[in-house]
């Protein structure tokens, strides 16, 4: 017997691990190793992609064909009792320029639920924790969770991608379920990771900008689900202010807004998904032309799967981002910072299969169609001036997970 | 596929009927319960719900996802496919917010498993069920 996937830890966690990876984890049987019932768990995820574009860079120097995005993480949980477990996730990520694949903390936690009866508790959560935004957030980082290749970049963007990941603090969770209704909310505060993603996305990277959080992000998510998920309703919320130093302008700070809202259905083989996005975005303090910039960025995306076989999936999605939600096709932005108008916009197709190839080990492969250069990273492409309006997108996974 | 369909059909026509699926709800004999709703059950297998009423831990065990009891049980008696239940599992485990079930790879496994685990639960083909484990029905 082993614990679904994984086997329970032990003093030798690393041969251990080593083992799993090298036999499948479906034949593996630990009977001898489990001495804790399952308490004690680990799993872990190895992702690595191919990303070819036609033009632009995304996830690498992609137009040669990008071998830089890989994923691959480890995580133990432990309960204590029936109502308090710690749980811990180290991740390495490398994402094109954007994020290196240094070894980083990605949550460790102690989660204690304060009351519980049948399926209803209340709980806090203390220490790092993934922030509950839309359907996706918490597990955006694992192949097997997310409904593609990439995120949704309309929702979930991957130029700052930390801003929203995660959070220092606590967190406040509750379940109620009545009959087939069950109502989740989650509520958040904390401080956020601010890496040179976020800085060089909002503020021009030639300033040089820093910054630092000031005060704490408030959020938190409401999610209904009826019939064991069969349909789910979700809206989530956080604000954060960050003060920042640039090597021209006096010191500003920049508020941000972000707000989901998330409509799913699932039937047995399709499901039908829709999220919106709402991100205001409030500068001040920089200065006459900066601080005439406030804008509301909005974005949203349909994505219909069909499951053609038990172990064969596809979708299509289409998805569309704007810098300013009143000006859908970037033309005044354009105008008022001189660039080119799909500078400020995104709308992308996307056809996309899924193959289970075994328990654990799936086999993605997208194909994308995109006009405009909105969610393209300052880190891993020239100036505005240099981006290609219209570009494809083609992308290649393998991802095991244990 | 339409065998598939088929299959899931008529599977759909026993449960609403109340008749007998071809895999059954079984627990730990210390457990002291007759039913369960399907609501509690799916709270239960999504891995959200950890402990009986009187404070025990709740040990769920499962066999692989391929298996025909697996498949049977997830769609006839929690009435999702088994890659819904695997995402659900994947997103508790990697988000820090739950665990995974056990697993076992045979019907006897499962049994020795469910008789001697405090606090377990599972299911069982009706010909491979005896006095060793509570049989229990879904309200």
Redesign the interface.
């Known amino acids: 017997m082993s614990v679904y996937g994984s086997s329970p830890l032990n003093k030798c966690w690393a041969i251990r691990l080593l083992a799993l990876l090298l036999f499948s984890a479906n034949g593996l049987s630990a009977s001898q190793l489990d001495q804790l019932d399952g308490a004690l768990q680990v799993h872990g995820f190895l992702t690595q992609a191919y990303v070819k574009t036609t033009e632009n860079s995304f996830f690498g120097d992609s137009q040669d064909g990008s071998w830089d995005f890989r994923e691959l993480g480890i995580n133990s949980s432990y309960r204590f009792t029936p109502s308090t477990m710690a749980s811990i996730q180290l991740l390495s990520r490398r994402a094109g320029e954007m994020y290196d694949g240094s070894l980083d903390l990605d949550y460790a936690q102690l989660d204690s639920t304060i009351y519980t009866a049948d399926a209803n508790r209340v709980g806090i959560i203390v220490g790092r924790y993934k922030n509950p935004f839309g359907l996706y957030n918490d597990t955006r980082d694992v192949a097997a969770t997310r409904p593609g290749i990439f995120m949704p970049q309309a929702i979930y963007w991957d130029r700052v991608r930390n801003m929203v990941l995660s959070n220092d603090g606590a967190q406040l969770f509750g379940d109620l379920q009545v009959d087939e209704h069950r109502f989740s909310i989650r509520l958040i505060g904390g401080k956020t990771p601010i890496d040179e993603n976020v800085e060089k996305s909002y503020l021009n990277p030639l300033l040089d900008p820093e910054m630092e959080q000031d005060g704490l992000t408030l959020g938190g998510r409401l999610l209904y689900e009826w019939d064991g998920g069969r349909f789910n309703l979700a809206y989530s919320s956080a604000q954060l202010t960050l003060d920042a130093e640039t090597s021209l302008l006096p010191d500003g700070e920049v508020e941000i807004d972000y707000r989901v809202l998330s409509a799913q259905y699932n039937s047995g083989r399709w499901s039908l998904t829709l999220e919106y996005m709402q991100e205001p975005l409030n500068y001040s303090g920089f200065g006459g032309l900066m601080d005439a910039g406030d804008t509301t960025l909005d974005g949203y995306y349909l994505q219909g799967t069909y499951r053609l076989r038990d172990d064969l999936e596809l979708f299509a999605r289409y998805e569309e981002s704007h810098y300013d939600k009143q000006d859908k096709r970037g033309e005044k932005t354009a105008q008022r910072l001189g660039l080119e108008a799909h500078n400020f916009y995104s709308r992308v197709s996307t056809l996309g299969l899924l193959w289970e190839v075994t328990e654990g080990l799936i086999v993605r492969s997208e194909f994308s169609q995109v006009d405009g250069t909105i969610f393209l990273s300052n880190l891993e492409n020239p100036p505005p001036q240099m981006r290609s309006r219209n570009w494809n997108l083609f992308s290649l996974l393998v991802s095991y997970s244990f | ?1 339409t065998t ?1 369909y088929r299959a ?1 059909a008529v599977g759909l026509l026993l449960c609403l009927s109340g008749s007998a699926n071809s895999v059954d709800l079984v627990i730990n004999r210390d457990i002291d319960y007759e039913s369960l709703s ?3 059950l ?2 239960i297998f ?1 891995m ?4 009986w ?1 009187n ?5 769920v065990f ?1 066999m ?3 298996t025909s009891q697996h498949a049977d049980f997830s ?1 006839h008696v ?7 239940l ?6 508790q ?13 045979t019907e006897a ?1 499962m049994l020795e ?1 469910i008789e001697n ?1 405090p606090g377990a639960i599972g299911y069982l083909s009706e010909d491979n069920i005896n006095e060793r484990v509570r049989k229990l029905s879904v309200e």
Not at chain 2, 78 to 84: A, I
Not at chain 2, 93 to 105: C, D, E, L
């Open positions: 596929m598939n899931f399907r609501n509690t799916r709270s999504s959200r719900m950890t402990q009423p404070g025990k831990p709740i040990r499962v692989g996802d391929k769609k929690l009435g999702v496919f088994p890659h819904q695997r995402r659900a599992w994947n997103r485990i990697f988000s820090g917010m739950g665990q995974a079930p056990m697993k076992v790879n496994e498993q685990t």
